[in-house]
């Protein structure tokens, strides 16, 4: 009977082990804990972010399944402290994936390519998905909303900004930076990129790069003693892992102590 079929698939869904990315604000589908003002067209969850297929290609992010654009915002050097010793570059970097959400101007349902068959340039002309009555503007309220960082970053602590003031480079990969204000950076070559990032003490070892350590991005610097060269930058992912759940806004460490701050700097 309906009863009992129904009975059982609860109990399957209860007894599926999901964890990670599941668990949080960043599951943005059916099944996401804020379900009732979710996209209910999908129980999909990457999604929302990432395309197996035809991502936008214009920054150095994994597969990015919304519009990136670049455009528009005021950075962090703009706000004049006379303190700020590093160069800071035009967005870019993983954070403009970051904020093809949270600076609140796209809709959350706007992606390249829907769940199913075809690509979906119709998406963005109607700002929404096929089958959707209107765009769903999801959890990210409206400038008044901190989530909602908005397009002027000035009051955000900095990004697309050089680690440590400079002084690490493809020639000095070791450090130690410029400014003795930070901890030391390690690095490493994966594939044909070097990689920097501070260690933590949270998991794992130190010759290699774990989730819970501080990631550097690894931009091409426009400007300073390095132009030029790759090196490494603090960008919105060095402190959050937008998959993890043990910490709610997605830290890469527990911020207890301001762990997270002082990891880099020497305070
Ligand atoms: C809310 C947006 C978002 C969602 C949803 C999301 N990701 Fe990501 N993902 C990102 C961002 C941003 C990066 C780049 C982070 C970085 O450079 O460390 C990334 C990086 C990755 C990477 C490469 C780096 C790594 O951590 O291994 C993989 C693999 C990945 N995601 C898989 C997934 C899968 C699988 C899902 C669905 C279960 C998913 N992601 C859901 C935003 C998201
Ligand atoms: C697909 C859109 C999307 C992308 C891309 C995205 N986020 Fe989010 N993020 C959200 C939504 C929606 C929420 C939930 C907002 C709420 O509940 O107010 C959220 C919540 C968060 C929160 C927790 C806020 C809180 O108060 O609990 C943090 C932190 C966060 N995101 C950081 C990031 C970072 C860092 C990146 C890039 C690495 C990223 N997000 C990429 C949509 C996105
Ligand atoms: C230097 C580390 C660092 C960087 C870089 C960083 N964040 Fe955060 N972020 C934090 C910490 C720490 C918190 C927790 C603040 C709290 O507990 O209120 C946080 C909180 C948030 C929140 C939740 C709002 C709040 O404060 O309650 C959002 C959303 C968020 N970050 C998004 C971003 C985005 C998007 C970027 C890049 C534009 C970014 N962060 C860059 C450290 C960072
Ligand atoms: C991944 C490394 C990293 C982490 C983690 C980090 N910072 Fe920073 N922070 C930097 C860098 C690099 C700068 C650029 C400063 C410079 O070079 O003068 C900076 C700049 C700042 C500034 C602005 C300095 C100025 O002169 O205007 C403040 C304030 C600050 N950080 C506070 C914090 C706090 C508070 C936290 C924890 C919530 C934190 N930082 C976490 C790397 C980091």
Avoid at 36 to 45: K, L, M
């Amino acid at each position: 009977m309906a009863g009992g079929v129904g009975a059982v698939l609860v109990l399957i869904g209860a007894g599926a082990a999901l964890a990670g990315i599941f668990n949080t604000k960043h599951n943005l589908g059916s099944s996401g804990v804020n379900a009732a003002s979710n996209f209910s067209g999908t129980e999909e969850i990457c999604v929302f972010c990432h395309t197996p297929h035809g991502g936008d290609s214009t920054a150095a992010v994994p597969l990015w399944n919304r519009h990136l654009d670049p455009a528009g915002y005021q950075t962090y050097d703009q706000r004049g402290t006379t303190t700020l010793d590093a160069n800071i570059e035009p967005i870019g970097s993983v954070s403009v994936a970051c904020l093809s959400c949270h600076d609140g101007t796209q809709a959350m349902d706007s992606v390249i390519n829907e769940p199913g068959s075809g690509a979906d340039v119709w998406a963005f002309s109607q700002g929404r998905w096929r089958g959707q009555a209107a765009a769903v503007s999801g959890r990210i309220g409206p400038v008044t909303v901190i989530t909602n960082l908005g397009k002027d970053l000035t009051n955000d602590h900095p990004i697309g900004v050089q680690f440590a003031g400079g002084g690490y480079a493809e020639a000095n990969p070791a450090g130690p930076g410029r400014d003795r204000d930070f901890h030391a950076a390690e690095s490493k070559v994966v594939g044909s990129t070097r990689i920097w990032w501070v260690n933590t003490s949270t998991e794992g070892g130190t010759a290699d790069f774990e989730k819970s350590d501080m990631k550097l991005y690894t931009r091409v610097a426009t400007r300073g003693a390095y132009a030029g060269e790759p090196q490494p930058f603090v960008e919105c992912a060095s402190c959050h892992d937008p998959h993890v759940d043990y910490n709610p806004t997605f830290l890469r460490i527990n911020p207890a102590g301001s762990n997270v701050c002082l990891t880099c700097h020497n305070k």
